[in-house]
């Protein structure tokens, strides 16, 4: 996604999003995990990833507005863990006080039917293949050129789940 700012291009990356509010497979599992339910994920549940906290990519993307220098490329935001979405939500589990998951994927043939009648579904079998290898994104440029580090994975977790909690 692109950010214009006075005349040049800024470019934002960021792998998953994860926290309060995020639109993403985590948080979208979130509410069965703490109902003790079974988890579907998209893709294979033990493949690494990255996972991208909101206020880490605005940071990321203040810092990189405010720096001139910053402008016409790509920076990753920051992202504090990689981990496995089975891994992820095990650790969202444990903050919340609920025991971890079972956690299967969902079938291919699922997306591409639901896509059918719900755009946003169609876009992630789209985005799928970020879960069928690992995916994990280099943020070390970001962190030495703009100085922006991501947030320790446990306030994350904790959170999410607090906000999550709160919710349900």
């Given at each position: 996604?692109?950010?214009?700012?006075?005349?040049?291009?800024?470019?934002?990356?960021?792998?998953?999003?994860?926290?309060?509010?995020?639109?993403?497979?985590?948080?979208?599992?979130?509410?069965?995990?703490?109902?003790?339910?079974?988890?579907?994920?998209?893709g294979n549940p033990d493949m690494p990833h990255s996972w991208t906290y909101t206020e880490d990519m605005a940071a990321t993307l203040v810092s990189a507005a405010d720096n001139p220098q910053a402008w016409g490329r790509a920076w990753h935001a920051p992202?504090?863990?990689?981990?496995?979405?089975?891994?992820?939500?095990?650790?969202?589990?444990?903050?919340?006080?609920?025991?971890?998951?079972?956690?299967?994927?969902?079938?291919?043939?699922?997306?591409?039917?639901?896509?059918?009648?719900?755009?946003?579904?169609?876009?992630?079998?789209?985005?799928?293949?970020?879960?069928?290898?690992?995916?994990?994104?280099?943020?070390?440029?970001?962190?030495?050129?703009?100085?922006?580090?991501?947030?320790?994975?446990?306030?994350?977790?904790?959170?999410?789940?607090?906000?999550?909690?709160?919710?349900?």
């Amino acid at each position: 996604m692109r950010t214009r700012r006075a005349g040049s291009e800024l470019w934002r990356c960021g792998s998953d999003y994860v926290g309060v509010g995020a639109q993403s497979h985590i948080e979208r599992a979130l509410p069965a995990v703490l109902a003790g339910k079974k988890a579907k994920v998209i893709g294979n549940p033990d493949m690494p990833h990255s996972w991208t906290y909101t206020e880490d990519m605005a940071a990321t993307l203040v810092s990189a507005a405010d720096n001139p220098q910053a402008w016409g490329r790509a920076w990753h935001a920051p992202s504090a863990a990689v981990r496995t979405q089975r891994e992820a939500l095990a650790d969202l589990a444990g903050v919340a006080g609920v025991a971890a998951p079972k956690v299967a994927p969902m079938p291919g043939w699922q997306l591409k039917v639901a896509g059918v009648f719900v755009p946003m579904v169609r876009e992630l079998d789209e985005v799928s293949y970020q879960f069928a290898a690992p995916f994990v994104v280099d943020d070390s440029e970001t962190r030495d050129l703009l100085g922006v580090t991501a947030t320790d994975w446990s306030t994350v977790l904790t959170r999410s789940a607090e906000a999550a909690q709160t919710a349900a």
